[in-house]
């Protein structure tokens, strides 16, 4: 049996979970016996430091282990194993339930990592967290006393050790976590409630339990316990010399509540919070300086109010002494003598220890009808728990929980009664229940002995579990309506009919249907076939049917299948015999338009093809477009949109590059088949004509052409083309700034200004292109002229093939290089000198 604590390492924010319902505390005789020498039967491990341990029921027997780190940090692990009565067998790791997983224990256990024990994958027996700081924990998951590695990448991981709590928060049953995950930051970790698995989700804040909540940080210690006695964690944050606060979970929201009545600590490490008396409510024993005399027990009276008062009038009254406490309050806690109530262990370095065992002995289960783990048990039965002693009823809660789903039900604490003599409690269950697999769960405090010591309940799904039978409840029957699309029409009258229980179910005809036939398989599967099955009208047809399921006893319901004969319309296309468009220009296809009387606002799909160019469109909110870019244009919304998107120019066509032609468009509507029947289809086609535009010529030449000084060149290398001019004729003009360009006439090519510097050539590009090559065409320059001379050549196409001519242009250098001219002599023919004397003459030499 799970006890209502977590057993863990005793640090700020020590936790301990008492998850206890009673009535207010009434007095009892519950006692502490102290053993300060702890003789050695009693076998306590031994630890270099005393919060190197780890207290929980690790093997799933009811008592209370210890795992412990034997020499301090760094130093191998050990496992005490107990065996009631407060004794223990020391054994190794490897024989224990953390066989297998030693190398994944912290080094650290007492220092440096904070422990938290709690069913964290909702199985029945209890997990174990090593928090560690600012990186990834450590996740053992217990599965029936052995531990494995699980994934720690679930849980969080906070900047700071000791601001951590691990509880239901939220009040489903199943271990949250919340923690200051960095300073002054606090986050929320909600059990995603999967059963076998640990999984977190990380909830904000102020969509949490703590929503609205404000809290400076944990930094001084919290305590987690169900102070106000409903069932459900609360928190205590204690401050330094003041009672602090208190946080009040109401089902699953917080809300800060007057801590008046909490005790005043010196420090939060001195105190320890438990049902140290067994009336089913928490209490806190805490230690105000160093040394007996400064410990004090503040009892819980319930409604959050706690009476403080010293050793002696509690239940360490018998124990209370100084040769009987430590100087320090560092207690574990945990049920070491097996007897469900919670003990005490001071841990000491390298020996015993002190250990103080409750004597308040409570209530214990004995017997269960059902028995634990029973199979085919009626739904309709109540259930028993025969307790240890006799007991009375509480203020308490009981719940019932399904295995499989997870599913918890609270039982009216009016249906649970006390039998004569006291020992027995029976329990009605909730009427009915299907079958499945139970949990029963017990808060502690609904049930206490006569000394009002409280019964400590059933927290887990393993204690007391059974198989219910549950009663048979009927099927359940939907109507079916079935569009009729042809004659036969199939279908199956079962999909949407159920079974609670998930019995086989059969189906059989009640009442034929009178405007046709039907054959009804007991699979619920039918063929049927209307008797008018091409009326231009609708019509409507109906059956009933019965569908039973195979429980015990069989039981039925029946529904009705109607069948609608639906006829559609088909679609019409208007459309153009022919649409104009612009050559090498994307341009609109308008003046199509489409019609389906019974189409209404439904959407239909209409598709334009070519066998060339491409189609496109862009969608709106009103109408979808799919091929846009191809061949192949799809576009899908109510007729009216898809009327006006073409309306509005939204389709286009481009046609190939420079194409002329005329191309096919094939146009189809399909209206889905939206009022019944099977989808109509109609098409049309038309004509795309593209008209001209006049494409520029253009010129291919060289950038120069070699030539030698007062000698004529030939102008080559220079051709025209143009993708429209066909055998029209077309301009060629040549010119340059001096010189002479020379040609002579053909029958296909015209000159004009031959032997000046611009000559015009007229012919198609063809012969053109033909008389160029054939070297007709000379310049020649100046004489002696040298250099660059630059040669522009410009063609016209005339603008045969529709708009404005047009034109190009381009330049030559020609290169004339220089050549030696011959000298020249003047001189007159004759000169008259003087006989018999010198006469002087001059004779001129020039040099070109």
Request: aromatic share 8%; glycine share 8%; with cysteine.
């Amino acid at each position: 049996m799970q006890k209502f604590y977590f057993s863990k390492k005793k640090i700020i924010g020590w936790v301990v979970l008492c998850l206890a319902m009673g009535t207010v505390a009434q007095a009892q005789t519950v006692t502490y016996t102290a053993n300060s020498t702890n003789t050695p039967f009693l076998n306590f491990p031994q630890t270099l430091q005393s919060d190197d341990v780890c207290i929980g029921d690790f093997d799933g027997d009811g008592r209370d282990d210890v795992l412990y780190q034997t020499n301090g940090d760094g130093s191998p692990y050990g496992y005490a194993k107990s065996i009631g009565g407060g004794s223990f067998t020391w054994m190794p790791i490897s024989a224990s339930p953390f066989a297998g997983v030693e190398a994944q224990l912290p080094a650290n256990l007492g220092n440096g990592s904070e422990v938290h024990i709690a069913d964290f994958d909702s199985d029945g027996d209890m997990d174990v967290w090593f928090a560690l700081q600012n990186q990834p924990g450590i996740y053992l998951q217990n599965n029936g006393g052995t531990f494995s590695l699980g994934n720690a990448a679930v849980f969080p991981v906070p900047d700071f050790l000791n601001r951590i709590g691990v509880a239901d928060f939220d009040n489903d049953g199943f271990p949250d976590i919340f923690c200051e995950k960095s300073l002054g930051v606090f986050g929320y970790y909600k059990n995603n409630r999967t059963k076998g698995t640990a999984f977190f989700i990380e909830i904000p804040i102020a969509a949490s339990p703590f929503g609205g909540l404000s809290i400076s940080g944990l930094s001084t210690g919290f305590f987690l316990a169900d102070y106000d006695n409903d069932g459900d964690i609360d928190i205590w944050m204690p401050a330094i010399n003041a009672p602090g606060s208190l946080l009040v979970n109401y089902g699953n929201v917080f809300v800060a509540e007057n801590a008046t009545g909490f005790p005043s600590l010196t420090d939060t490490r001195n105190a320890v919070v438990a049902d140290f008396d067994s009336d089913g409510l928490p209490d806190v024993l805490y230690q105000t300086s160093v040394g007996f005399p400064n410990y004090h027990f503040a009892k819980n009276l319930g409604g959050f109010y706690l009476q403080v008062s010293p050793l002696v009038l509690s239940p360490f009254a018998t124990i209370a002494g100084p040769n009987q406490f430590p100087d320090y309050n560092n207690f574990q806690l945990g049920d070491f003598d097996g007897d469900t109530d919670i003990d005490l262990w001071y841990p000491r370095n390298n020996t015993y220890g002190y250990y103080y065992s409750q004597n308040g002995a409570p209530p214990r289960i004995i017997n269960t009808v059902p028995a634990n783990n029973a199979t085919n048990v009626s739904a309709l039965s109540n259930i028993e728990i025969t307790l240890s002693e006799p007991v009375v009823k509480s203020t308490g809660k009981i719940t019932i929980m399904n295995i499989a789903t997870l599913a918890v039900q609270e039982i009216d604490m009016l249906d649970v009664s006390v039998l004569p003599g006291g020992m027995t409690c029976a329990i009605r269950l909730p009427s009915p229940l299907p079958t499945g697999s139970y949990a029963v769960q017990i808060l502690p405090g609904t049930f206490k002995d006569l000394s009002n010591v409280s019964f400590m309940g059933i927290s887990d799904i393993t204690s007391f579990t059974f198989t219910a039978i549950g009663a048979n409840t009927p099927p359940v029957a939907l109507r079916d309506t079935v569009i009729v699309t042809g004659p036969p029409q199939n279908g199956n009258v079962l999909t949407n009919d159920s079974d609670a229980e998930g019995d086989a179910l059969t189906a059989s005809l009640v009442t034929a249907p009178v405007n046709g036939t039907v054959v009804l398989n007991a699979d619920g599967s039918f063929t049927y076939t209307m008797n008018t099955p091409d009326a231009n009208s609708p019509q409507t047809d109906s059956l009933i049917y019965q569908v039973c399921d195979n429980g015990r006893p069989s039981t039925c319901d029946t529904s009705t299948l109607t069948l609608m004969l639906m006829v559609n319309n088909p679609p019409s296309v208007t459309a153009p015999a022919s649409i104009v468009v612009t050559e090498d220009t994307a341009s609109a296809v308008t003046g199509i338009s489409f019609f389906d009387q019974d189409a209404g606002t439904d959407p239909v799909t209409v598709t334009l093809t070519v066998p060339e160019g491409t189609l496109t469109a862009t969608a709106t909110p009103q109408v979808t477009v799919s091929g846009s870019g191809t061949g192949a244009l799809t576009l899908t919304g109510a007729i009216d949109e898809i009327n006006s998107f073409i309306t509005d120019s939204s389709v286009l066509y481009l046609p190939l590059p420079n194409a002329t032609n005329t191309v096919p468009l094939a146009i189809m509507i399909n209206d889905n088949g939206h009022t019944g029947g099977p989808a109509e289809t109609a098409s049309d086609s038309s004509n795309l004509v593209i008209t001209a535009v006049n494409d520029a010529p253009t010129i291919t030449a060289p950038a120069s052409i070699s030539a030698i000084e007062d000698a004529s060149v030939t102008i080559s290398g220079i051709s025209f083309s143009d993708v429209d001019a066909g055998n029209n004729p077309v301009t060629v003009t040549f010119s340059a700034a001096t010189g002479t360009l020379t040609a002579t006439a053909t029958p296909q090519v015209t000159i004009t200004g031959s032997g000046t510097n611009t000559i015009t050539l007229t012919g198609a590009i063809t012969d053109l292109n033909s008389f160029i090559t054939a070297n007709s065409v000379r310049y020649l320059p100046v004489p002696n002229a040298n250099g660059t001379v630059v040669l522009n050549t410009l063609i016209n196409d005339n603008g045969h093939t529709g708009g404005p001519a047009a034109t190009a242009t381009t330049s030559t250098n020609l290169l004339f290089a220089a050549i030696n001219d011959s000298p020249t002599v003047t001189a007159p023919p004759t000169i008259a000198v003087v006989e018999d004397g010198p006469q002087p003459f001059k004779i001129y030499l020039l040099m070109m």
